[in-house]
């Protein structure tokens, strides 16, 4: 086993990993139709619970990113080649495949000239990274000496901005849309503090959003010692339902208010866009489910044979389950909703619904684990597949 490894990021790898491949799961029960469709009240609450107890999934792969390479521990040069090694030769792999097998290929890579294919949206997770990564040459010498206070201040400005979808709201009512530089429309947009239709560079546009978590990262790095169960459980519980809390009741309030409470509910897919406000990345909901999930797995240092034949070789595959499990979870999904049917008129009631979303997660989770990690032990070749 590698020296110094720190076991409680295997962990949250592969929780992390599963939680990706549970929100994805969820995605047939709230989109379809003309973009947007929910089709009874039961799936309505099921979404409200299933989809966004794994939204924090991303956010936690952002933290064992910052809290590993943060401050950079070799030169600039040196992080980048390692990092191209590991993260872009495996995504252009992944890119490609996705470009063959789903839709027009010709079209497809057109498009990847200027974006990811968005038959595989799951892969602007690496444009993100990658812009996070370019971030932290410049910041680590700030992050080298960087102060407990100073930096708890700048987490607490980061975490206002987090409360800012909420105030736009509030101020915006039906929010007009209004429109950046990029020339790219924002509904759930209204002008706050500098923000006008020609710019969107309001005063806490540059510690919003993805940079946050990557200063949590940090701050638990650098000054959040061990804890007690009863210390961490604690913290951990009532900020995570606190988080849980405000996404699944700001989703069921968005529903409700398209619905009136009769359903199915449906529209173009900018409704659900609308529905998932409360449960972006960005919103304060996530950001506390996160410190809580963080909190917890911290806990977690056991290294026996489970970890060693288990739960290691898996979180070093992890990057590419994150990367092809699409290709699986839409045959399984599928494959589940033909069985069992849909809805409440679904084989198994009103059960039918949290049934097929969390046996797609576990049976594309295993899949797609089993495969990865023995792509990997491929001489020479898996580590370029799979990372």
């Not at 390692?82 to 839709?103: D, E, H, K, Q, S």
């Not at 990865?372 to 990372?387: A, D, N, T």
Request: aromatic fraction near 16%; hydrophobic fraction near 50%.
């Amino acid at each position: 086993m590698e020296k110094q490894r720190e076991i409680w990021i295997d962990w949250l790898r592969i929780v992390a990993c599963f939680l990706v491949m549970m929100t994805h799961s969820n995605e047939p029960f709230y989109l379809g139709g003309e973009g947007s469709l929910i089709l009874t009240k039961a799936d309505a609450i099921w979404m409200a619970i299933l989809n966004v107890l794994p939204r924090a999934s991303v956010a936690l792969f952002v933290v064992a990113s910052s809290y590993l390479q943060f401050p950079l521990h070799y030169s600039t040069g040196e992080f980048f080649r390692r990092r191209a090694a590991r993260l872009l030769i495996p995504f252009a792999f992944w890119t490609v495949v996705y470009a063959l097998v789903w839709g027009d290929p010709v079209q497809n890579f057109k498009d990847l000239m200027l974006n990811f294919n968005y038959a595989a949206g799951h892969l602007w997770f690496v444009y993100m990274l990658v812009g996070l990564y370019l971030l932290m040459p410049l910041l680590s010498p700030w992050a080298e000496k960087v102060g407990k206070k100073e930096l708890q201040v700048y987490l607490c400005i980061w975490l206002f901005t987090t409360i800012i979808p909420l105030i736009r709201q509030w101020a915006g009512g039906a929010a007009p849309v209004i429109y950046g530089p990029s020339g790219i429309p924002n509904a759930a947009k209204f002008p706050l503090w500098g923000e006008a239709s020609w710019n969107t560079y309001g005063v806490f546009y540059y510690f919003s959003g993805f940079i946050g978590y990557m200063l949590l990262g940090l701050y638990f790095r650098k000054f959040v010692g061990e804890l007690s169960w009863r210390k961490t459980l604690s913290i951990a519980l009532p900020v995570f339902l606190g988080g849980f809390a405000i996404c699944s009741l700001g989703f069921l309030n968005r529903v409700w208010a398209d619905c009136n409470g009769v359903f199915p509910v449906e529209g173009p897919v900018g409704l659900a866009a609308l529905w998932e406000g409360p449960w972006l990345n960005d919103t304060i909901g996530v950001a506390l489910m996160t410190i809580g999930w963080v909190l917890v797995l911290r806990k977690i240092k056991g290294e026996g044979r489970f970890y060693k034949g288990i739960i290691l070789p898996v979180s070093k595959a992890s990057y590419g389950m994150y990367l092809c499990h699409m290709l699986l979870l839409g045959i399984v999904s599928a494959s589940l909703r033909s069985a069992l049917g849909l809805g409440d008129n679904g084989v198994l009631g009103i059960w039918t619904t949290p049934v097929q979303v969390i046996a797609t997660a576990l049976v594309s989770f295993a899949g797609v684990g089993v495969f990865c990690v023995l792509v990997q032990r491929i001489p020479k070749v898996g580590k370029f597949i799979v990372g």
